[in-house]
């Protein structure tokens, strides 16, 4: 019973801190209150959890339900509840059974780096009414922030856009989301060897991106260490993954290009049609 008593009142407390979030996002920034409202049209619930771990947020799709880490403080939940309600409006699965390596990898990226985008717009936005919030994620990405602020004020796609692009450049956080990945492959959440096209990764994720960049380096390379897990799962399970689209990272320098070279082919076929 007191327990319950107990149980309430945090429940109540963690009620009132989240309006309060939800209404200093509105307040602060454009961005913010378009994809909250968005998100509340939606019927999306917001809630704080005391189990993320490392984890400042995350949307759970299959219950429509972005859930906060209770033990960040406020400056970066501001700009993470935008971030989590740009995943609410990513309608687009990386782990569906048909999915190829390559897909479940693009797509994984791509939203991320389109939810990044979206809070670098909104921590610009917050220096205003919200510096510390701004503060933060700019301090714990500088290069995103950087090349946001110089399109910002003329061409927010354009800021986006290059916001987006820059996400790309942090291996640690590549890492971290490829190792996601090799985790759901290895867990069977997907398998096939459907390739997501680039006009739907615009279209279904971002479409202030040019096509064109999901052939590009920096979208499509892997490390040595994400090859080789792939390469460990293949010779235990007995199935076949494809890593052909990949440029691979060996380290020191060195990057191995793609055996299937999209982008390259593309170039070489506009080149002789001119
Ligand atoms: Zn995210």
């Known amino acids: 019973m007191l327990q319950d008593v107990f149980l309430d009142k945090k429940e109540q407390k963690n009620q009132a801190r989240m309006n309060d979030l939800i209404e200093r996002v509105c307040d602060a920034s454009k961005t913010g209150k378009t994809l909250l409202e968005d998100a509340k049209a939606h019927d999306v619930k917001f809630l704080f959890s005391d189990s993320l771990g490392c984890v400042d947020g995350c949307y759970k799709a299959d219950k429509n339900t972005i859930l906060i880490n209770e033990d960040r403080p406020d400056e970066q939940l501001l700009t993470t509840l935008v971030h989590e309600a740009r995943h609410a409006q990513q309608k687009v699965f990386a782990y569906e059974p048909e999915n190829s390596l390559y897909s479940a990898v693009a797509i994984t990226r791509a939203k991320e780096a389109d939810a990044t985008a979206y809070q670098c717009a909104a921590a610009f936005e917050m220096r205003g009414l919200e510096l510390d919030a701004y503060l933060d994620f700019a301090q714990l990405n500088p290069e995103i922030m950087d090349a946001y602020v110089d399109y910002a004020k003329d061409n927010k796609d354009k800021a986006l856009c290059e916001a987006f692009k820059h996400w790309y450049d942090t291996d640690v956080t590549l890492q971290t989301y490829d190792s996601r990945v090799l985790t759901c492959l290895e867990f069977g959440d997907f398998g096939g060897n459907k390739d997501v096209k680039n006009t739907d990764l615009c279209k279904n994720i971002a479409p202030y991106m040019d096509p064109e960049f999901f052939n590009s380096k920096e979208a499509l390379t892997i490390s040595d260490k994400t090859e080789k897990?792939?390469?460990?799962?293949?010779?235990?399970?007995?199935?076949?993954?494809?890593?052909?689209?990949?440029?691979?990272?060996?380290?020191?320098?060195?990057?191995?290009?793609?055996?299937?070279?999209?982008?390259?082919?593309?170039?070489?076929?506009?080149?002789?049609?001119?």
Do not use: A
């Open 229 to 274: 897990r792939v390469r460990d799962f293949e010779e235990k399970s007995g199935k076949k993954v494809s890593t052909s689209r990949f440029y691979i990272d060996k380290g020191n320098g060195v990057v191995k290009n793609p055996e299937n070279n999209v982008g390259l082919r593309k170039k070489i076929s506009q080149m002789v049609q001119r």
